[in-house]
């Protein structure tokens, strides 16, 4: 009998991979093909949806030629997604009718303002478990309604798809050009209902979205379609795991039970607590939302997402040519002089949770005459740090629940030095599984399991990696808590 094996694609921010998991769920290969980000005078940042569409398709095909793979051996696709990033198309040619608004983008900002004055951010809140935000969906999709006369009329009429980056994916490789969205990509764009499991058109409304360009929103373990992937199949296979980028860590992760807790570390990152089946309404900054629906029945999630963690390294590459690459940061930062007490406060377009101020601005402050390059590279692995101990203390506020551990994954988490700090400052132990594409492993364990290629037993049986606990001082703890906390009301300060 022939081996089986199961594709994961994991479309990013800064690119798209496709993974090859076999038969009892080991990840053997990958392939990686970058995009380009498409950012304007004004700061926009955008993607070429087209692009996009044709990086994956072409992954796939390295990634089986590359390892001998026959189609005739996949049983399935999964699919994670860089979430909120927000499409438009022509439902009936298939092609981009914009480029894509990449999550990071602000430039929805003005609608936003326009529907607070309105009196709606509450409505918004209470329905979506979300505070009213730029970096969400909803308000996207609005912005590219308004960039031409017509469009929202076509939207109305059904001709015009609206929706994140899975449903742009699963349109084209679907021969039935399926409009589907699942379930935690849905909660993510402000238009959900998280209690009705539904599209708001309360929500829609406020917006001035119709409903009749939304996605189907599907269970994330659900038949989506099939795909040859253009033809690189003799026949078509179903894509039947479908979840965001940071809603599949936690499933790879394995956080299936309440009070089990993952962070992500990407180009933004994402700190996610399971709280179960039923949601709870933060008041600490963070938002619930749903892991996902899966056999049926939805588990809900406490989540906050920062815009720039390993970003900021991009930054001190690319901006700023402090570092020759990410690698570096680590020895320098471990040079630093320990009694510098620099922060950076990294608000290049706001700060999201717990503080949600659009309008604050990125600082570095508290440095002497001796701060030099470590200290300040060293600052800027910090901050990752205490901006997921933000998160970290909002949630267990929001809970009554000790996080006892936390589970890690993305590519800082490589960085010795940034987790040792982390698990210090936060007070937390930290476990960092030795497989490293979370993302791509939730979409394909997702899509293993619905095709009944694996057990979920069997998959999160085991646990292999390393573990980082906590060793520094609770006064020095608590003392650079504080600067943290002073650094930050400096950048919220307006006046």
């Not at 798809?161 to 969205?181: M, P, R, V, Y």
């Not at 990509?185 to 539904?198: E, G, H, I, V």
């Not at 040519?321 to 990294?346: C, F, H, K, M, Q």
Request: glycine share 10%.
């Amino acid at each position: 009998m022939k081996q089986k094996f199961i594709i994961s694609i994991d479309q990013s921010t800064q690119g798209t991979k496709a993974l090859l998991f076999d038969g009892c769920g080991k990840l053997l290969a990958r392939e990686d093909q970058a995009h380009r980000q498409l950012v304007n005078a004004q700061g926009w940042v955008s993607h070429d949806l087209r692009e996009i569409a044709d990086n994956t398709v072409r992954a796939v095909g390295l990634l089986m030629e590359k390892n001998g793979v026959s189609p005739a051996q996949i049983v399935a696709v999964g699919i994670s997604n860089q979430r909120e990033t927000t499409a438009m198309w022509d439902r009936g040619s298939g092609d981009p009718l914009a480029d894509a608004v990449v999550w990071q983008c602000g430039r929805a900002g003005s609608i936003v303002r326009d529907i607070a004055k309105r009196g709606f951010d509450s409505i918004i809140k209470e329905k979506t478990g979300i505070p009213l935000s730029a970096y969400f969906p909803a308000a996207k999709m609005a912005w590219l309604l308004g960039q031409e006369e017509g469009l929202t009329e076509r939207a109305g009429r059904g001709e015009i798809c609206l929706g994140t980056i899975d449903s742009w994916l699963i349109w084209q490789l679907t021969q039935e050009h399926a409009f589907k969205t699942d379930y935690s990509n849905a909660s993510r764009t402000q238009l959900m209902n998280l209690k009705t499991l539904a599209w708001d058109e309360e929500l829609a409304g406020i917006f001035g979205i119709p409903m009749e360009c939304l996605a189907q929103i599907c269970d994330s373990d659900a038949v989506y379609g099939h795909t040859t992937m253009n033809g690189l199949f003799e026949k078509p296979v179903p894509i039947c795991g479908v979840l965001g980028d940071s809603h599949a860590a936690l499933f790879g992760q394995g956080c299936l039970q309440p009070g089990m807790s993952k962070a992500t570390y990407g180009t933004g990152s994402s700190l996610m607590m399971n709280i179960g089946g039923q949601p709870i309404p933060s008041s600490h900054g963070v938002v619930t939302s749903l892991a996902w629906k899966r056999k049926g029945r939805v588990d809900y999630v406490l989540e906050g997402n920062l815009n720039y963690t390993g970003a900021v390294i991009t930054w001190l590459k690319k901006d700023v040519g402090l570092i020759g690459s990410a690698g570096e940061t680590e020895s320098l930062a471990t040079a630093a002089n320990p009694a510098d007490r620099t922060y950076l406060v990294p608000a290049f377009t706001g700060l999201g949770a717990p503080y949600w101020d659009e309008s604050a601005a990125a600082s570095l402050s508290g440095m002497t005459r001796v701060t030099g390059k470590a200290e300040i590279v060293r600052a800027a692995l910090d901050c990752i740090a205490y901006q997921i101990t933000d998160l970290v203390l909002a949630m267990e506020q929001d809970t009554g629940i000790p996080m006892r551990e936390l589970r890690v994954d993305g590519g800082p988490a490589r960085n010795r030095y940034l987790m040792q700090f982390q698990s210090d400052i936060s007070g937390k132990t930290l476990k960092i599984p030795q497989a490293e594409e979370l993302s791509g492993i939730g979409a394909a364990y997702m899509a293993g399991i619905s095709a009944g290629l694996y057990s979920e037993e069997e998959l999160f049986s085991g646990w292999e990696g390393s573990i980082f606990t906590p060793s520094m001082d609770v006064n020095v703890r608590r003392e650079k808590l504080n600067g943290w906390k002073k650094a930050v009301a400096g950048v919220l300060d307006h006046t």
